[in-house]
């Protein structure tokens, strides 16, 4: 075998030496000025779309120690009900078990101020249905059905109110650096959903605003795992805020149902009904851990997921390309 790839090595140096070198278009392939095949020299380069979903919560240490130094400059908010508890505690959970990913919460009043020395993790918004003005830590109902309501069904007075508030922020030295919505219990349009993210999106690249909107999937536990019509349903509805990121690469995900249906150990657990399989959340993400249990309606072990996939997709808003 050596002998082989000596007599290859020789015979390609001289035809290098001798001819000119060109790259096809795909950038795949050097070729010689004659056409003749020499060698595949690099690869076709990823996508490079911020997709956070199972693949990647345990590439939460592969981040460099600059990006972890980036991301304790942010200020991030993801609103939202019950649900949205899951992302705060998960990033104080992953603080316990190491202090480089050290994290802030603060669940009421003025958020704080500007620091490199940790995460700013919140679900505060500078205005909200209810009140045009004013740190608010919870949607307001539009109708009588429940704070949730708001959270997905896209209401013009709230986005005008929530859109404006990032870019109050921004002017007050609060500049978000990422929001989302943390999706929760409801079964409502995600149409509807997929308008309001937009919108925010659409506001913040039309009046200068540098806050990263992500979109996020939502909840794959309690009765949206069962065999049940309802909770397939529910899982049509993530797939299709799914297929909405993946149709422009400069959409960000959150995919918190993916993240929530795989265990540690990389298995799926999935429901059928009629004849459809599904994804639900794997059992060992209702379990405790580091003392917590139940928050957010999941466990410790899920929290955790979801700490270590934020982790990671903030660095990667911040800059890094994720090798």
């Given amino acids: 075998m050596k002998k082989v790839l000596i007599i290859l090595f020789i015979l390609l140096s001289g035809s290098l030496y001798a001819q000119k070198i060109s790259v096809s278009k795909n950038g795949n392939w050097a070729i010689s000025k004659s056409g003749n095949l020499l060698v595949n020299y690099v690869a076709t380069p990823a996508s490079t779309q ?64 500007y620091t490199d020395a940790n995460l700013r993790l919140s679900r505060a918004t500078w205005g909200n249905y209810a009140n045009e003005t004013g740190w608010q830590y919870a949607f307001q109902s539009i109708d009588a059905g429940g ?35 943390g999706y929760c219990y409801w079964d409502g349009w995600y149409v509807s959903y997929i308008t309001c993210i937009q919108a925010y999106i659409d506001y913040c690249t039309a009046n200068d605003v540098p806050t990263k909107v992500f979109f996020t999937t939502g909840p794959v536990d309690n009765y949206m795992s069962e065999a049940t019509e309802g909770a397939y349903n529910s899982s049509l509805r993530w797939t299709y805020i799914r297929d909405y990121v993946d149709a422009d690469e400069t959409r960000i995900l959150f995919d918190y149902a993916d993240i929530l249906s795989y265990n540690d150990a990389g298995v799926l657990q999935t429901q059928i009904w009629d004849g459809h399989t599904f994804n639900v959340i794997h059992p060992d993400n209702t379990e405790g851990s580091v003392g917590v249990w139940g928050a957010g309606h999941i466990g410790g072990n899920g929290c955790m997921r979801l700490g270590k996939a934020l982790w990671w997709m903030l660095a990667r808003m911040a800059g890094w390309d994720g090798n």
């Avoid at 009900?81 to 480089?100: D, I, K």
């Fill in 50 to 113: 911020i997709i956070a979903n199972h693949t990647i919560v345990d590439r939460y240490d592969d981040i460099p120690a600059n990006w972890i130094d980036s991301v304790k400059k942010m200020f991030v908010t993801i609103p939202g009900e019950s649900h949205s508890e899951g992302y705060r505690t998960g990033a104080l959970l992953l603080e316990q078990s190491n202090a480089t990913y050290a994290v802030s919460v603060v669940e009421s009043g003025t958020p704080e101020a």
């Fill in 147 to 181: 704070g949730e309501a708001t959270s997905y069904i896209y209401n013009a007075t709230e986005a005008a109110r929530i859109a404006a508030g990032l870019a109050y922020a921004h002017a007050n030295d609060l500049t978000i650096a990422a929001f989302g919505i």
